[in-house]
């Protein structure tokens, strides 16, 4: 699948697809379900609700948050492969993390909803034509072409892990 071009290209989407890299994004979803599989759950549950600073979520809350933004990345896929017309609302990660019950849930039933829920997204991806993924997606703040949701979800994944090996793994000692 080709990149959107530079000049329509934000900030952001440089980010999501620096993080990626120059692969398909069928392969970035099964890179992402392999990083997901590899995740070492007794160092996880080692780790606990243990943070690295006052005030930031633990890794069980980290886990919820992926899995509550993948499924509303997935609702605005819907609504534009649908062409439904609507332009979704911005949603607050902090409102939405505090008020998740994350770190009431077990580090194994998060790592198996997140592998279900990212599971189903590629399932959903699979049968979009052409067409379909290279819908443009208007939302508040930038435009982007479908298929670039696929790659911001599975760059959300990336940058989270990549915060998890470097700032609470080390939590595990």
Known sequence: MEKPDTDKRSEFLEHVL??????ELSKAFQV???SINGMDIAQ??????KTYEEGKWSVHKILQHLIDWERIWCYRAVIFARGEGAIPNGHDQEIMGENSNGDELSIERLIKELRIVRQSTVMMFEPFSEEILH???RFFEYEMPLYMIGYTITAHQIHHFNMIRERYVP???
């Open 18 to 23: 620096k993080l990626n890299g120059d692969i």
């Open 135 to 137: 819908t443009n997606c």
């Open 32 to 34: 992402s379900l392999e």
């Open 44 to 49: 996880l549950n080692r780790i606990g609700l």
């Open 171 to 173: 939590l595990d000692r």
